[in-house]
């Protein structure tokens, strides 16, 4: 493709302008080759003819589809109008600082303070590739730790820019970031001590200048140590060319270092009294600029702020002051007054009060301070001369003084901070903070600024080796050809500066010279490099200054003071007397020859990739060039060794206005840091790198059907580009992106917005035609219809005679009469019809009305007086009828005769109005009365109603009937009234509509006649369903009873079986066996022991038959008692289910009531009569199920007892059978039990005596056992009265007055619902019901919560034996249990679920049983029975509450850990509706570098990851209203987590993005419908998301689009708001950008609401836990353990 062929027409350039440095204009004229000028439209419509060179045409301008974006390398035209255009766009309009060039951030300082820098935007920066998310500082710190965490290789971020442009704040941002994700489980705070560092370092280092408030005077580079987890362990700080001179002197504007004046502002305070300092107007090194205070800043603030970040590095008070001391004495020392005595001496006052001051301070001799200050001592090989210095050598001597003071304890603080945060153990890695000053040029440039450049130009030389290599890497990667890319190489500027005999070593040797001067050494540097080094210029104008044309740009130098700032030196006699100070600080300042400590000689190991010149000169290394330069070097290797990341921070303007941008101050920085370098770089090669699924979505658009078919998204992309640009060799495949050339990307978009252009073309031709067609189609038909009548009216005036007109009135006339009678015998007809159906309406309703009177005479008395009032209301009509017929006779005369009758037809009309209106006022009185007798007519009927309620169920129907039909009458009166008013109103048509509402009327009538047949007949199923009900409980009164009597009988058969094996016993046997005190003990009763006896043997045989029948009987009577409890449910359902049909016919007949006093409402009234109907229908059908269930399970019970009535009597029979062997056996012994007779009888008393004992048990068994109505009770309870009366007898043989005592006894005291264990089992219960249970495969079979029933029902045995120490116990380790299987399975998702459930049924029922009132509401009577007696368990249970929080705490916080990842993949980056992808290109930091990206998350997924925890949560028994709680909850982590990445993700802010987030909560809202959740205010939650979505969709420029967005976006702060609206970006060339002016109106309307200025929501906060109070509906004597529990050492009792 030719170059001109992007030159044409429409397509815009950049030119250059002295204004803003470059300007667009559009391309007028197509350009040709050889032509010498191009035809240009400025933007202010002016023609511009320029001239162009050939070789050298002006740059392209990008479609404004690619202006905007976040990295500078997705610009199709690499070049700097471009990068220009793209910064002013993303600052000045989108107000976003941070823009990626490559892998720089361009960070430009705002002047503002800025919400983007909380802990919620570094969460949500944590963890993201660098491209995912919009550029941040926070982006460039996360790639640095992530890229250290990965690969184990030190990293280091080097930030650097003019003062003022933010470098230090940047800097501190980064720091501030990695204490934030890295911070260590120690309690040593080593974050906050790296953070406590920055205020110190910035107090004694920073300082006022004319372009920054908060300039750093130093360069620092800090080392942040991390150990193998990746924990911040300490950090180290090395510092480079502290700005010494501003110490001693300030420019206009300037201030000193921020410590002294924090000093002078805090002076007053106590203990700082003894600094005798004052404000710092009163001393020289601190007003010299002017000025002493910055607005908006407290120096006495900062001073506390100062104070407590020392005390948190462990530096104490006695140490802050001698830091203190020091400083003041600098300030007093500034003060002393030098006098000049003559030319050639000067005079320092022994008595001056400062120079007193600064000696008392620093434990000084005065006399000899004022003595060398003016003098200085000259050692020769022969003698020492002390010669005197003139005032200003004084002075300058002086403040050489305090230069040295205050460097050396600026290093020295700087030392003591590297101590504090010096570690314990092995440095892993580290990164690296380097905050350095930028590149700089002044109008007046001495040794600060040479030494500056100098180290920017080696920075710049490792930069581009970096970059160079990155560009390589990435060819190789991907597999391209790797050509040799040229750029620029400043070797040998650096060679000018430090090689031998350089600059440097020049000005080195120079300082040796005893007479060295500045002109000197100028001079040196003339003879040496003018002429013989292209980069080394002297100036025209000039002696004392030198150029050097640097990578940025030429710097002129002035030489004065080069030599002198190069030595540093101070006079050796004051270097003694501060040595010989009694204040050990600043003696230990000047200590000769201090051991160097290097703090990174023993945490790194480095090598230089390329060998530099080192001094070898021991007097080099004391000149500040030297150290400068054998610091830099250092940096060198230690930069070379790690893998940089580089922040170029760029000031906007000199002003410090809040984004204000000066294109021509911001371009001098951008050549100056590099940017546009890596810009040239990247743009010889292929600067353009699309991945093929971005090429694929993007321009998918200019792919043929053939294309589109292949199924390789690959190899479509290669085709299509073979295809669209023929020359191969602008671009390249590589492995997973495609490389472009510049311009190609352009061409690539002009083409597709072509083909868009094409397509809206042929849709607006179209359209257009289809709308043209419509039009001519509508004016040929009117054409056609005006022709029609205009011919009809010429033939009309054609044939138009009096003949005509004569016979056409005639036959008007003959057409009048005739039209006439047909009208008149049509009323006739209507009239006969009308009067018919009165005839037979009145008929019906006289004698309904005879019926009512005959049933109930007040009535009848009633309805008379309302058939009296309906009367007169029918005679009123009539009249009304007749009067009807006058206006209508009237009207007809009106057409006859015309305008004579107009007035009398008006007046006619106004007596008409008139009469309507006294008839509403008759209306309104007469509906009055009729309200008033229909509420004593319903009184009456509440009466009668009291009165007949015993009567018969039929009079009550038909009262009701009658209350309907009465209603239904008043229904009819009124719609009679009301079609009277629209008769009135309506004259036409007034007769028509009289007939449709009289035949209205009647249907309706009809219609509610039979619907109150139809409720007649369903009141009389009501009743044969209660009659079925009773009858049914009839039915289980008779089988309870014959189940009592089968008892009563096996009670007696018993009493006879003992009574005869009693009878069988030889008396004298027994009593031979028993010992001499035996029948002592006996006394006269001794006959109990033959009783005894004779019950053991029966007791014997009886317990081998029941024990042979109890298994059979316990499985039987289970099922039995199952049915019977689910009988009793289903009666208690039925009559639920009658009493709702009772509630459904009451509400119908108010419905009846509440429809007849409305007029309007007919068709209403059908239609809820008719699903009043269906639901009757419904009820019927239902009730009728249940009525044949309800029998068939009557009848299997019926059956059950039967054969269990022909079960008990063949053990009749079997118990007679032993009845006849043991008369048998009686028969033999009778001889025996003659002559005992006396004795027999005797015990026969004393039989009966116990046979009234054993009735008094069976009656108390059998009370019981009616209350608990549970047969399996009653069965077990025939074996404890077996075995009771064991016990009893056996207490009888040992002492009668036990005996008497078990005679008294009330019977076996019962525990149910509750579960035996020993107290030694208690441990076995924890392991296996709590530490060792699994829940899943368990839950499924059980009910919710049966762990906690089955603890519950072990507490209530603890509960019942009044065991206070048993219930403590088992209540501790309840809880210690619960909290030690959560702590073992923290992340496991389904334990936390399963054991937050049933805490919360365990403290359910710790509520419900607790004999509360408020919580027994719900109880059952025998629920109730089962409540704790003895202990109040209040405080467990507060106990429980708090472990139920935690336990719900943390299941959230698995939950988010599991939901998070995949939110903003399928919230945002998933492409739900497919056609409308809004993918564009990305520049360096790509998102994806898969041909596929179908392995992602989507939608699905988080719907699917719901459904997950929803399902686990109801299998596992939660709580409905703690699972609403939860899924709300996580809908607020969902819109909060999508909503903060919108925020930082300006490639997320447009259209289309806000239609798939609309998609995507639509898809969450019928998530909530389908699980019933919609009540949960889940939904609430996403309505910031929502409004942001329709924020991104709605239009964006007029004033009533600003005033929309400010009353719909309520949910949205003004922050969130203004920053979707910058962020705003099109997809296409269609849509359009949110303009400024449009931003600044919906900001005016936001600035009254007084919302959070918080930017990012708040992903932790958790809503307020409520766990409701739910009673268990399960009976606990029916629960069942499983024997998975493996709890086989519990008892049911």
């Given at each position: 493709?030719?170059?001109?062929?992007?030159y044409t027409?429409?397509?815009?350039?950049?030119?250059?302008?002295?204004?803003?440095?470059?300007?667009?204009?559009?391309?007028?004229?197509?350009?040709?080759?050889?032509?010498?000028v191009?035809?240009?439209?400025?933007?202010?419509?002016?023609?511009?003819?320029?001239?162009?060179?050939?070789?050298?045409?002006?740059?392209?301008?990008?479609?404004?589809?690619?202006?905007?974006?976040?990295?500078?390398?997705?610009?199709?035209?690499?070049?700097?109008?471009a990068?220009?255009?793209?910064?002013?766009?993303?600052?000045?309009?989108?107000?976003?600082?941070?823009?990626?060039?490559?892998?720089?951030?361009?960070?430009?300082?705002?002047?503002?303070?800025?919400?983007?820098?909380?802990?919620?935007?570094?969460?949500?920066?944590?963890?993201?590739?660098?491209?995912?998310?919009?550029?941040?500082?926070?982006?460039?710190a996360?790639?640095?730790?992530?890229?250290?965490?990965r690969?184990?290789?030190?990293?280091?971020?080097?930030?650097?820019?003019?003062s003022?442009?933010?470098?230090?704040?940047?800097?501190?941002?980064?720091?501030?970031?990695?204490?934030?994700?890295?911070?260590?489980?120690?309690?040593?705070?080593?974050?906050?001590?790296?953070?406590?560092?920055?205020?110190?370092?910035?107090?004694?280092?920073?300082?006022?200048?004319?372009?920054?408030?908060?300039?750093?005077?130093?360069?620092k580079?800090t080392?942040i140590?991390f150990?193998e987890?990746?924990?911040?362990?300490?950090?180290?700080?090395?510092t480079?060319?502290?700005?010494?001179?501003?110490?001693?002197?300030?420019?206009?504007?300037?201030?000193?270092?921020?410590?002294?004046?924090?000093?002078?502002?805090?002076?007053?305070?106590?203990?700082?009294?003894?600094?005798?300092?004052?404000?710092?107007?009163e001393?020289?090194?601190?007003?010299?600029?002017?000025?002493?205070?910055?607005?908006?800043?407290?120096?006495?603030a900062?001073?506390?702020?100062?104070?407590?970040?020392?005390?948190?590095?462990?530096f104490?008070?006695?140490?802050?002051?001698?830091v203190?001391?020091?400083?003041?004495?600098?300030?007093?020392?500034?003060?002393?007054?030098?006098?000049?005595?003559?030319?050639?001496?000067?005079?320092?006052?022994?008595?001056?009060?400062?120079?007193?001051?600064?000696?008392?301070?620093?434990?000084?001799?005065?006399?000899k301070?004022?003595?060398?200050?003016c003098?200085?001592?000259?050692?020769?090989?022969s003698?020492?001369?002390?010669?005197?210095?003139?005032?200003?050598?004084?002075?300058?001597?002086?403040?050489?003084?305090?230069?040295?003071?205050?460097?050396h304890?600026?290093?020295?603080?700087?030392?003591?901070?590297?101590?504090?945060?010096q570690?314990?153990?092995?440095?892993?890695?580290?990164?690296?903070?380097?905050?350095?000053?930028?590149?700089?040029?002044?109008?007046?440039?001495?040794?600060?600024?040479?030494?500056?450049?100098?180290?920017?130009?080696?920075?710049?030389?490792?930069?581009?080796?970096?970059?160079f290599?990155?560009?390589?890497?990435?060819?190789?990667?991907?597999?391209?050809?790797w050509?040799?890319?040229?750029?620029?190489?400043?070797?040998?500027?650096?060679?000018?500066?430090e090689?031998?005999?350089?600059?440097?070593?020049?000005?080195?040797?120079?300082?040796?010279?005893?007479?060295?001067?500045?002109?000197?050494w100028?001079?040196?540097l003339?003879?040496?490099?003018?002429n013989?080094n292209?980069?080394?210029?002297?100036?025209?104008?000039?002696?004392?200054?030198?150029?050097?044309?640097?990578?940025?740009?030429?710097?002129?130098?002035?030489?004065?003071?080069?030599?002198?700032?190069?030595?540093?030196?101070?006079?050796?006699?004051?270097?003694?007397?501060?040595?010989?100070?009694?204040?050990?600080?600043?003696a230990?300042?000047?200590?000769?020859?201090?051991?160097?400590s290097s703090?990174?000689?023993?945490?790194?190991?480095?090598?230089?990739?390329?060998?530099v010149?080192?001094?070898?000169?021991?007097?080099?290394?004391?000149?500040?060039?030297?150290?400068?330069?054998?610091?830099?070097?250092?940096?060198?290797?230690?930069?070379?060794?790690?893998?940089?990341?580089?922040v170029?921070?760029?000031?906007?303007?000199?002003?410090?206005?809040?984004f204000?941008?000066?294109?021509?101050?911001?371009?001098?920085?951008?050549r100056?840091?590099?940017?546009?370098?890596?810009?040239?770089?990247?743009a010889?090669?292929?600067?353009?790198?699309?991945?093929?699924?971005?090429?694929?979505?993007?321009?998918?658009?200019?792919?043929?059907?053939?294309?589109?078919?292949?199924?390789?998204?690959?190899?479509?992309?290669?085709?299509?580009?073979?295809?669209?640009?023929?020359?191969?060799?602008?671009?390249?495949?590589?492995?997973?992106?495609?490389?472009?050339?510049?311009?190609?990307?352009?061409?690539?978009?002009?083409?597709?917005?072509?083909?868009?252009?094409?397509?809206?073309?042929?849709?607006?031709?179209?359209?257009?035609?289809?709308?043209?067609?419509?039009?001519?189609?509508?004016?040929?038909?009117?054409?056609?219809?005006?022709?029609?009548?205009?011919?009809?009216?010429?033939?009309?005036?054609?044939?138009?005679?009096?003949?005509?007109?004569?016979e056409?009135?005639?036959?008007?006339?003959?057409?009048?009469?005739?039209?006439?009678?047909l009208?008149?015998?049509?009323?006739?007809?209507?009239?006969?019809?009308t009067?018919?159906?009165?005839?037979?309406?009145?008929?019906?309703?006289?004698?309904?009305?005879?019926?009512?009177h005959?049933?109930?005479?007040?009535?009848?008395?009633?309805?008379?007086?309302?058939?009296?009032?309906?009367?007169?209301?029918?005679?009123?009509?009539?009249?009304?009828?007749s009067?009807?017929?006058?206006?209508?006779?009237?009207?007809?005369?009106?057409?006859?005769?015309?305008?004579?009758?107009?007035?009398?037809?008006?007046?006619?009309?106004?007596?008409?109005?008139?009469?309507?209106?006294?008839?509403?006022?008759?209306?309104?009185?007469?509906?009055?009365?009729?309200?008033?007798?229909?509420?004593?007519?319903?009184?009456?009927?509440?009466?009668?109603?009291?009165?007949?309620?015993?009567?018969?169920?039929?009079?009550?129907?038909?009262?009701?009937?009658l209350?309907?039909?009465?209603?239904?009458?008043?229904?009819?009166?009124?719609k009679?009234?009301?079609?009277?008013?629209?008769?009135?109103k309506?004259?036409?048509?007034?007769?028509?509509?009289?007939?449709?509402?009289?035949?209205?009327?009647?249907?309706?009538?009809?219609?509610?006649?039979?619907?109150?047949?139809?409720?007649?007949?369903?009141?009389?199923?009501?009743?044969?369903?209660e009659?079925?009900?009773?009858?049914?409980?009839?039915?289980?009164?008779?089988?309870?009873?014959?189940?009592?009597?089968?008892?009563?009988?096996?009670?007696?058969?018993?009493?006879?079986?003992?009574?005869?094996?009693?009878?069988?016993?030889?008396?004298?046997?027994?009593?031979?066996?028993?010992?001499v005190?035996?029948?002592?003990?006996?006394?006269?009763?001794?006959?109990?022991?033959?009783?005894?006896?004779g019950?053991?043997?029966?007791?014997?045989?009886?317990?081998?038959?029941?024990?042979?029948?109890k298994?059979?009987?316990?499985?039987?009577?289970?099922?039995?008692?199952?049915?019977?409890?689910?009988?009793?449910?289903?009666?208690?359902?039925?009559?639920?289910?009658?009493?709702?049909?009772?509630?459904?016919?009451?509400?119908?007949?108010?419905?009846?009531?509440?429809?007849?006093?409305?007029n309007?409402?007919?068709?209403?009234?059908?239609?809820?009569?008719?699903?009043?109907?269906?639901?009757?229908?419904?009820?019927?059908?239902?009730?009728?199920?249940?009525t044949?269930?309800?029998?068939?399970?009557?009848e299997?019970?019926?059956n059950?007892?039967?054969?269990?009535?022909?079960?008990?009597?063949?053990?009749?029979?079997?118990?007679?059978?032993?009845?006849?062997?043991?008369?048998?056996?009686?028969?033999?012994?009778?001889?025996?039990?003659?002559?005992?007779?006396?004795?027999?009888?005797?015990?026969?008393?004393?039989?009966?005596?116990?046979?009234?004992?054993?009735?008094?048990?069976?009656?108390?068994?059998?009370?019981?056992?009616?209350?608990?109505?549970?047969?399996e009770?009653e069965?077990?309870?025939?074996?404890?009265?077996?075995?009771?009366?064991?016990?009893?007898?056996?207490?009888?043989?040992?002492?009668?007055?036990?005996?008497?005592?078990?005679?008294?006894?009330?019977?076996?005291?019962?525990?149910?619902?509750?579960?035996?264990?020993?107290?030694?089992?208690?441990?076995?219960?924890?392991?296996?019901?709590?530490?060792?249970?699994?829940?899943?495969?368990?839950?499924?079979?059980?009910?919710?919560?049966l762990?906690?029933?089955?603890?519950?029902?072990?507490?209530?045995?603890?509960?019942?034996?009044?065991?206070?120490?048993?219930?403590?116990?088992?209540?501790?380790?309840?809880?210690?249990?619960?909290?030690?299987?959560?702590?073992?399975?923290?992340?496991?998702?389904?334990?936390?679920?399963?054991?937050?459930?049933?805490?919360?049924?365990?403290?359910?029922?710790?509520?419900?049983?607790s004999?509360?009132?408020?919580?027994?509401?719900?109880?059952?009577?025998?629920?109730?029975?089962?409540?704790?007696?003895?202990?109040?368990?209040?405080e467990?249970?507060?106990?429980?509450?708090?472990?139920?929080i935690?336990?719900?705490?943390?299941?959230?916080?698995?939950?988010?850990?599991?939901?998070?990842?995949?939110?903003v993949?399928?919230?945002?980056?998933?492409?739900?509706?497919?056609?409308?992808?809004?993918?564009?290109?990305?520049?360096?930091?790509?998102?994806?570098?898969s041909?596929?990206?179908?392995?992602?998350?989507?939608?699905?997924?988080?719907?699917?990851?719901l459904?997950?925890?929803?399902?686990?949560?109801?299998?596992?028994?939660?709580?409905?209203?703690?699972?609403?709680?939860?899924?709300?909850?996580?809908?607020?982590?969902?819109?909060?987590?999508?909503?903060?990445?919108?925020?930082?993700?300006?490639?997320?802010?447009?259209?289309r993005?806000g239609?798939?987030?609309?998609?995507?909560?639509?898809?969450?809202?019928?998530?909530?419908?389908?699980?019933n959740?919609?009540n949960?205010?889940?939904?609430?939650?996403?309505?910031?998301?929502?409004?942001?979505?329709?924020?991104?969709?709605?239009?964006?420029?007029?004033?009533?689009?600003?005033?929309?967005?400010?009353?719909?976006?309520?949910?949205?702060s003004?922050?969130?708001?203004?920053?979707?609206?910058?962020?705003?970006?099109?997809?296409?060339?269609?849509?359009?950008?949110?303009?400024?002016?449009?931003?600044?109106?919906?900001?005016?309307?936001?600035?009254?609401?007084?919302?959070?200025?918080?930017?990012?929501?708040?992903?932790?906060?958790?809503?307020?836990?409520?766990?409701?109070?739910?009673?268990?509906?399960?009976?606990?004597?029916?629960?069942q353990?499983?024997?998975s529990?493996?709890?086989?050492?519990?008892?049911?009792?």
């Open positions: 493709m030719a170059v001109a062929e992007l027409q429409y397509n815009r350039v950049w030119i250059p302008d002295p204004e803003e440095v470059w300007k667009s204009a559009e391309i007028a004229k197509d350009y040709r080759v050889g032509d010498k191009l035809r240009l439209l400025l933007e202010d419509g002016t023609e511009l003819d320029y001239s162009i060179d050939p070789e050298s045409l002006p740059p392209l301008r990008n479609p404004d589809i690619l202006v905007g974006e976040n990295d500078l390398t997705a610009l199709s035209y690499l070049h700097e109008p990068v220009l255009h793209n910064l002013r766009i993303r600052f000045a309009e989108s107000k976003l600082i941070y823009t990626y060039s490559g892998i720089i951030l361009v960070a430009m300082n705002p002047y503002k303070q800025l919400p983007i820098y909380g802990d919620a935007i570094i969460h949500a920066y944590s963890g993201q590739n660098m491209g995912d998310m919009d550029p941040h500082i926070f982006a460039v996360e790639e640095a730790y992530k890229q250290m965490a690969n184990n290789k030190n990293q280091s971020i080097i930030v650097s820019g003019e003022g442009a933010g470098k230090t704040v940047s800097a501190r941002y980064a720091m501030r970031y990695f204490a934030t994700v890295s911070k260590s489980s120690s309690n040593t705070h080593v974050e906050d001590k790296v953070l406590a560092s920055n205020p110190i370092t910035e107090a004694v280092g920073n300082a006022k200048t004319t372009r920054n408030d908060n300039s750093s005077r130093f360069g580079y080392e140590s150990d987890k990746n924990q911040i362990i300490g950090a180290n700080m090395r480079y060319l502290l700005e010494k001179s501003r110490v001693v002197f300030q420019s206009e504007n300037e201030r000193n270092y921020h410590i002294f004046y924090q000093l002078c502002a805090s002076a007053q305070q106590s203990e700082f009294k003894h600094l005798k300092l004052g404000s710092a107007e001393f020289n090194y601190t007003r010299m600029g002017g000025s002493t205070v910055i607005e908006g800043v407290n120096d006495r900062d001073m506390v702020e100062t104070q407590k970040t020392f005390t948190l590095l462990g104490k008070e006695d140490f802050q002051m001698d203190f001391k020091i400083l003041a004495a600098i300030l007093h020392l500034g003060n002393v007054q030098i006098t000049a005595v003559g030319n050639e001496r000067s005079f320092v006052d022994e008595d001056d009060s400062h120079l007193k001051v600064f000696c008392e301070l620093l434990g000084l001799e005065s006399s301070v004022a003595q060398w200050l003098n200085r001592k000259i050692v020769t090989t003698e020492t001369v002390v010669k005197p210095m003139t005032r200003p050598q004084a002075v300058n001597a002086r403040d050489a003084l305090a230069k040295k003071i205050y460097a304890l600026f290093d020295f603080i700087v030392e003591r901070i590297n101590q504090a945060l570690f314990s153990g092995k440095q892993h890695t580290f990164i690296g903070v380097l905050d350095i000053y930028g590149f700089e040029t002044f109008d007046v440039n001495s040794f600060e600024q040479f030494c500056i450049n100098y180290a920017n130009e080696k920075l710049q030389q490792q930069f581009n080796l970096h970059v290599k990155l560009e390589q890497e990435e060819y190789i990667k991907e597999d391209i050809p050509t040799l890319i040229d750029f620029y190489d400043n070797q040998s500027v650096i060679d000018l500066i090689a031998k005999m350089g600059i440097l070593e020049l000005l080195d040797e120079e300082c040796l010279l005893p007479h060295g001067t500045d002109e000197n100028l001079q040196k003339y003879n040496n490099f003018v013989k292209s980069l080394f210029e002297k100036p025209r104008m000039s002696n004392t200054s030198f150029i050097i044309q640097h990578f940025a740009d030429k710097v002129e130098y002035q030489c004065e003071g080069f030599l002198e700032k190069n030595r540093d030196t101070v006079y050796d006699m004051l270097v003694e007397i501060l040595r010989a100070s009694k204040f050990h600080l600043c230990n300042f000047f200590i000769e020859n201090p051991v160097p703090p990174f000689g023993s945490a790194i190991t480095v090598k230089s990739a390329k060998q010149i080192k001094p070898n000169s021991k007097h080099f290394r004391s000149t500040v060039g030297s150290k400068f330069r054998s610091s830099l070097y250092l940096l060198m290797e230690t930069l070379s060794a790690t893998t940089p990341h580089y170029r921070c760029i000031k906007p303007n000199d002003e410090k206005l809040p204000e941008f000066d294109s021509k101050r911001i371009v001098q920085q951008l100056a840091c590099g940017v546009l370098e890596t810009i040239r770089i990247s010889q090669s292929y600067p353009s790198r699309w991945t093929y699924i971005e090429f694929y979505s993007r321009y998918g658009i200019l792919m043929t059907k053939q294309e589109l078919s292949f199924g390789d998204k690959k190899e479509v992309c290669k085709v299509v580009l073979h295809r669209l640009i023929q020359d191969s060799n602008q671009y390249q495949f590589g492995k997973t992106k495609i490389f472009f050339r510049a311009g190609q990307v352009a061409y690539l978009e002009k083409l597709r917005l072509d083909k868009l252009r094409q397509s809206c073309v042929m849709i607006q031709k179209h359209i257009r035609g289809w709308l043209q067609r419509k039009k001519f189609l509508r004016e040929k038909q009117a054409a056609l219809i005006i022709q029609r009548y205009f011919r009809g009216q010429q033939t009309v005036r054609k044939a138009v005679t009096a003949t005509a007109l004569k056409a009135w005639a036959a008007i006339i003959i057409q009048k009469y005739c039209r006439g009678y009208v008149r015998n049509l009323y006739q007809l209507i009239r006969v019809a009067i018919t159906v009165q005839a037979y309406t009145r008929g019906f309703l006289a004698r309904r009305r005879y019926r009512k005959k049933e109930n005479h007040g009535l009848v008395e009633k309805l008379t007086s309302l058939a009296a009032l309906r009367a007169s209301d029918v005679e009123k009509i009539q009249k009304l009828e009067e009807l017929d006058r206006a209508a006779t009237h009207r007809h005369n009106y057409e006859e005769k015309g305008k004579r009758y107009k007035a009398a037809m008006e007046e006619k009309l106004a007596k008409l109005q008139k009469h309507n209106s006294e008839l509403e006022i008759q209306k309104e009185q007469i509906q009055l009365k009729l309200q008033e007798k229909t509420e004593e007519l319903k009184e009456k009927m509440d009466d009668l109603t009291k009165q007949l309620f015993d009567d018969v169920q039929k009079e009550q129907e038909q009262r009701r009937l209350e309907k039909s009465f209603e239904l009458k008043a229904q009819d009166y009124e009679q009234i009301w079609s009277l008013k629209e008769e009135i309506a004259l036409k048509d007034e007769k028509m509509q009289l007939q449709h509402q009289l035949e209205e009327e009647c249907i309706t009538a009809d219609g509610l006649r039979g619907e109150v047949a139809q409720l007649r007949k369903q009141a009389k199923t009501i009743s044969e369903f009659k079925e009900i009773e009858l049914l409980q009839t039915q289980k009164i008779d089988v309870e009873k014959h189940v009592q009597s089968q008892k009563r009988e096996m009670r007696e058969k018993m009493s006879e079986i003992t009574k005869q094996l009693l009878d069988s016993y030889d008396i004298e046997d027994v009593r031979s066996r028993l010992s005190e035996d029948l002592e003990h006996l006394n006269e009763d001794g006959e109990l022991w033959f009783a005894y006896e019950l053991k043997k029966a007791t014997r045989v009886l317990e081998s038959h029941f024990q042979s029948q298994d059979c009987y316990e499985k039987e009577i289970e099922a039995l008692n199952f049915k019977v409890v689910h009988l009793s449910q289903e009666i208690n359902h039925l009559q639920k289910l009658f009493r709702e049909e009772n509630d459904i016919n009451e509400s119908i007949r108010h419905e009846v009531t509440r429809l007849t006093s409305e309007m409402m007919i068709p209403d009234f059908k239609q809820q009569i008719s699903e009043l109907e269906k639901q009757k229908q419904d009820l019927e059908i239902r009730l009728n199920e249940q044949e269930n309800m029998k068939g399970k009557l299997e019970l019926t059950q007892l039967n054969r269990n009535r022909e079960e008990e009597g063949t053990q009749r029979k079997t118990i007679e059978a032993q009845n006849e062997i043991h008369t048998k056996e009686k028969e033999k012994l009778m001889g025996k039990i003659q002559e005992m007779q006396e004795a027999g009888e005797h015990l026969k008393k004393q039989f009966e005596t116990e046979n009234e004992v054993k009735s008094s048990f069976q009656q108390e068994a059998s009370r019981l056992a009616i209350e608990n109505r549970d047969l009770e069965l077990d309870m025939k074996d404890r009265v077996i075995k009771k009366l064991q016990d009893q007898v056996r207490t009888l043989t040992k002492t009668i007055e036990k005996a008497n005592d078990v005679h008294l006894s009330s019977g076996p005291k019962e525990y149910l619902g509750m579960l035996e264990y020993k107290r030694e089992d208690e441990a076995k219960l924890i392991q296996n019901l709590i530490l060792d249970l699994k829940p899943r495969g368990v839950v499924v079979n059980m009910i919710p919560g762990p906690a029933h089955i603890l519950f029902m072990c507490l209530r045995y603890a509960d019942s034996l009044n065991d206070a120490n048993m219930v403590k116990s088992l209540m501790n380790s309840t809880i210690n249990g619960i909290k030690q299987v959560i702590k073992e399975h923290l992340e496991d998702f389904e334990m936390l679920s399963f054991w937050l459930a049933n805490t919360c049924h365990f403290l359910n029922c710790l509520k419900q049983y004999g509360e009132e408020e919580f027994m509401k719900h109880n059952s009577p025998h629920q109730n029975k089962n409540c704790l007696n003895n202990f109040d368990l209040s467990y249970r507060q106990i429980l509450s708090d472990v139920a935690r336990i719900y705490h943390q299941f959230v916080i698995v939950m988010e850990n599991n939901i998070q990842p995949i939110i993949p399928g919230m945002l980056e998933y492409e739900s509706l497919q056609g409308i992808s809004g993918l564009k290109p990305t520049g360096f930091r790509k998102r994806s570098s041909i596929d990206d179908t392995d992602g998350y989507t939608m699905t997924s988080i719907l699917q990851q459904s997950y925890f929803y399902s686990t949560m109801c299998q596992n028994g939660l709580d409905p209203e703690l699972v609403r709680q939860a899924v709300k909850q996580l809908f607020f982590l969902i819109g909060a987590v999508t909503l903060n990445s919108l925020f930082l993700r300006k490639d997320m802010c447009s259209c993005k239609m798939q987030i609309r998609c995507n909560i639509s898809y969450l809202e019928e998530w909530l419908k389908d699980k959740l919609h949960s205010l889940a939904k609430e939650t996403l309505e910031p998301l929502s409004q942001a979505a329709w924020l991104l969709q709605v239009k964006k420029t007029t004033d009533s689009d600003a005033k929309e967005i400010y009353e719909r976006c309520t949910s949205l003004a922050v969130q708001i203004i920053k979707i609206l910058n962020s705003y970006t099109p997809i296409d060339d269609f849509e359009k950008r949110v303009t400024p002016s449009f931003v600044r109106k919906v900001q005016a309307l936001l600035n009254s609401r007084e919302d959070s200025s918080q930017l990012m929501l708040d992903t932790k906060y958790l809503f307020q836990v409520t766990f409701p109070f739910t009673p268990s509906p399960h009976a606990l004597e029916m629960i353990i499983p024997s529990f493996k709890l086989g050492f519990l008892n049911r009792l």
